[in-house]
């Protein structure tokens, strides 16, 4: 059973306390989590909210997909499992390598 759920397209100054009180009407909230960028500390313009019961979390779909909050129409749906990241070099593309005749180091 998945009781979590995925909030996407929100507006930057949409806070959690909103998310609550919006999602709140679907049912009990385990938990919010607004997703910020770790540098500035401003939201990312999604959402993970946890409902305590599977009937609440189909509620909260379909009352609250393309709701207007902000002026944006909410993206609301199961959230999927994280994927795991990591391996060598950034995007997980391998080492870099550089090509002869574009100057700086050959490796």
């Known amino acids: 059973m998945d009781l979590k759920i995925y909030v996407g397209n929100l507006a930057f100054s949409t806070g959690e306390e909103e998310l609550r009180t919006l999602f709140e009407q679907a049912g009990t909230i385990t938990s919010v989590n607004l997703i910020t960028d770790r540098d500035t500390g ?50 997980n593309k391998g080492p870099i390598k550089h090509k002869a005749g574009r100057g700086g180091r050959r490796y």
Do not use: H
């Open 42 to 91: 401003r939201s990312r313009g999604f959402a993970f909210i946890e409902m305590s019961a599977q009937t609440e979390v189909e509620d909260a779909i379909k009352r609250f997909n393309n709701y207007d909050i902000d002026g944006r129409a909410l993206t609301v749906n199961i959230a999927r499992p994280r994927e795991e990241r990591g391996g060598p070099g950034r995007y």
